[in-house]
């Protein structure tokens, strides 16, 4: 599902709410303009401090990111990359240069075109494969901004709550308004512990699964132009590329070809090996 | 023991329940619907946000699968292994093709398939090696779902706690309700620390310890497969099968087949070397 | 930007003021010099000890590198090694002694002299190599004095939160000073906690970036060396030092040059591969 | 010495309940069974359902492990190999056969085996490698079950103060009673916390020191069984063994049977090379 | 400076203690027996019983290590080492063995003694190597009782507050005592947390740079006779040597010895290489 990070993220902040105005929370109780300064404002503070001005504009692209990016259809990569291995093997490799055009994901259109330009093996090796470090490196730099977030929110909560105490332990000479003070106190533990959990933590947890899945179906297109310009038997590479699959992505792949090809005996055990 | 972890999680529950009877407790003063929705609620929330639809929807599947999985037998692996290596010395590779039907382990079936279509020992390596790494890799998918709960839950306890302290801090004016109130806001904390350390964990663990388990199994077979292979000696391959098993299950092993092998001053020596 | 972590870090601290006198706090509050001198002095006493004088010296150094130091521009690094690569084709190896004299950074005017006087490849590779792996490692000697700081201030925190409690429960016979005693008390943990997430981590994270991108950038000069030492075609130079830039760097570059040079077809591509 | 964790752990125990004395309190009011069923019964039931009936039946053996185990004597192992080493040299490998069977230790009379029966070294270093490995593998399942025990006990701990803590607040009424209950609440932290750090990470410490150190002993015996296959001089096999001795036990060696030796130069240095 | 760990360690204490009569705390308020006695008693013998006698036994020697201890000179070592290549290049290797006498450091003269003894690279890299390893292994011993005392201090000072809290708690009848009964029960928090931050961390952290700087040092050494041996040009060797360095401490070397030698162009580069 697309949305499932602000999803989650929503529901979470409704049902706290709800629950609280269940236990009898006034929704305005809950809100405090000086918590909230310390908190978030101080928190941002405290990230743009560490990662610097480059990374901290990022944050606005990664919320749009972990919240409707898809993960890749790893299948579709295989059929492709195995159609191109059949194409090579019947027509050899500069027939696929006019496929080339018509490949949207760059990546796999840089590395196709490395193999018609007749790139030597080991280069063009090291070539995807740095490219696919560098990206990754590049992704961490964008969900390690989230993560730090996550760690500094609880304790910067806990300096606006300790502020705020500090304030009503001058004045307690005012029992009557000593419950909402101390009550307000703690809001700011609230958002900073809110805030990590709910929001920073899943943000973070997102795009690590989605840079994770990403360098995953990267090594799989890898591996699969390696093998094309190896000239390996389409089966073959067939057979490489399906480990990278679920079982259940596995079956629907050898049903929808396996009817015509051969080796048939390995189709069930490979749909069963989960 | 098959239900090892449903049955420590239900004991563990049921002995803390006791001991609260025993010191006094009410055990209708141990629910509190809003707290409950708070932590489970906000909890899964927030796992959802962090691991999207696809690996929420596994939940109910890996409770299951750690109530229920047994570890894999290794010692019958060995058995297998060492006969199919006998009967490939005797009668050849080919001879072991009707075999194969009757295997019933989807991964065993696919490397001795793939043995017998006669695939290049480096490639059946690579094959069976990177299948072996992605099952790892779907598990550690499944696993670490449990390890964000457990992650998660006591802080979003925490945060129940707090959002209750301050509708109590807000209405300190009737103290006669205030213990109890105070009482249900810890509720939170018990829930989420509860079920972090009673469930989350333990179950993240069990599958932990299953998916190393399983990991290791096909190791083993992955090693016996290339013997297998390469036509070593049947009691050199079980040589080193043996190093899988602890010293307990070698010694049934050589125990019941040792009598009529060879080699046989190694024997004792390997069924104490623990 | 240049002074980001500096802004970041008075932005914070302003913001925390700026909420507490929202809140009712009087600034002089926040001041308690008992509090300062065991939080502040404590911290740095723990350090010393921890880290030895020489690395203590290095404190002010290294606040002015995480306050001014600016990120290298890897973009003009690949431009200038691409050019040695074009003459070192044309001219030889030799005809780069004269521009040797013209290169600022210390470590590509050692890796290229090293070139210049045929050095052996394995050992040049060598060379360059310890030398980036010692400066990761002085960079770290540097770094962690933040970190330590920054795991030690919190529980001296504590501590000193801890002393002045013992002295305010020593002396609960005067009921009416209690509440601005404990609120002092609680100024050794707002200091503790405060500079070590808004100061400490910040500072170390920074260092930390700013090492990381050193060490990446000479990775980058290393393996440009490399290439010019192995007289590699100047394109695929370029094309191996692309994966070290972002994709906005990589279509900076590209469309600079693009235009006289061959290959055309892969540089949209490599523009947007990211 | 033999019992040092028993006995470390018997005295911390002692020293607590005398400084417990000292103050006043009366060891009586230490104990209370409803929060020793919590917070053992609780941590057990965890543990069996985090490792399993398997793994879990083990924690007696280990705790007499752990209570009785000593270290092996390196030195002693260093001398029998060198022997060997001299004698394979002299008369031969298979003059060793008679020797092997008065070797007590399993490892070592499996490899010397291994070793007269003229198996492959690669497939002796491989067999002898992967049974280290197992040894090292099976050691953790046991040391971790300790580490888990540590990790979840101050947490029940916790979790049985807070159930404690919900009975007295909702009894407030009875202020009289108030304080004695509020202390039998914390006795389930004290008890949390106290077996954590007295006894189960000790003893998992203790448990991985022996496992490490048994490693270690089965390194230098596969180091010194590898030497003597290859046939190479006893003075260059004590030389490398001699790395993975404390410098003590290396001049107590030296000393013994220098004398009648040759290369004398290098034993004061490597006596001081501490 | 030698003594920089004792001064950090005694600097704060005197600092914290000052500042507590700053704000009111009379000395002996700080002092408490009991305490005392659940804190370093019960921390001694958790370690103990984690760590058994024989490494308990180190801990003196490890104090003394760790304020008295001073790191190896590199220069110093760098400028011997080319010395020997030098001479061993212009009187061959064995003109070296009248020098082997008069090196103290017993690594170096092991390793020489070796050359000159002719023995054979691999294995002389071999022996040197697991030498430090083994170094290494060994003062991890040493260092890692600190990290468990520095681990264990904390919580067995919750430990002795928790025993003192229920002893008050079961007292409450004497209002006017609770204040200082309160206060003394934090002494054992302020014991545990103070001898961790300012004792056992800093010790741990010291004797860590220690090790670290000497295990360096050893493999300068290591590179350095492998290069003697080799028959490396000495300046290759110096160049080599000297990435092991600081650029000030190769700055001064190069100034020292640039004056007679060639390759004068590379000396600049090399001193401002940081």
Chains 1, 2, 3, 4, 5 share one sequence.
Do not use: W
Not at 144 to 165: C, D, H, M, R
Not at 176 to 203: D, H, K, M, W
Not at 223 to 234: C, K, R
Request: net charge negative; proline share 4%.
């Amino acid at each position: 599902m697309k949305a499932a990070t602000a999803i989650g993220i929503g529901a979470t902040c409704a049902l706290i709410l709800m629950a609280g105005i269940m236990e009898g929370v006034s929704p305005p109780a809950l809100i405090n303009i000086a918590a909230a300064m310390i908190v978030f404002g101080g928190t941002s503070g405290a990230v743009f401090a560490s990662v610097g001005m480059k990374r901290f504009m990022l944050i606005p692209k990664l919320y749009i990111k972990a919240f409707t990016a898809e993960y890749a259809d790893k299948s579709a990569r295989v059929s492709t990359l195995v159609n191109f291995a059949e194409r090579a093997r019947k027509d050899g490799l500069l027939a696929l240069e006019e496929d080339i055009e018509s490949i949207e994901d760059p990546f796999l259109k840089k590395g196709m075109q490395l193999v018609v330009d007749g790139t030597d093996p080991d280069l063009l090796y090291e070539i995807l494969d740095s490219e696919i470090d560098a990206m990754t490196a590049r992704h961490k730099d964008g969900h390690s901004v989230f993560e730090k977030g996550g760690g500094l929110a609880p304790t910067i909560g806990v300096l606006g709550t300790v502020v705020s105490l500090i304030h009503v332990l001058g004045n307690l000479s005012a029992p009557e308004t000593l419950g909402p003070l101390i009550a307000g106190a703690f809001l700011a533990t609230l958002y900073g512990v809110g805030s990590a959990n709910v929001v920073f933590y899943p943000v973070c947890y997102t795009l690590q699964a989605l840079s994770a899945a990403e360098a995953d179906e990267r090594r799989l297109v890898l591996e699969g132009i390696m093998a094309i310009q190896a000239g390996d038997n389409p089966r073959v590479a067939q057979e490489k590329l399906l480990s990278y699959l679920s079982p259940e992505q596995r079956a629907v792949i050898l049903g929808d070809d396996g009817k015509g090809g051969g080796s048939s005996a390995s189709e069930p055990a490979a749909a069963q090996a989960a």
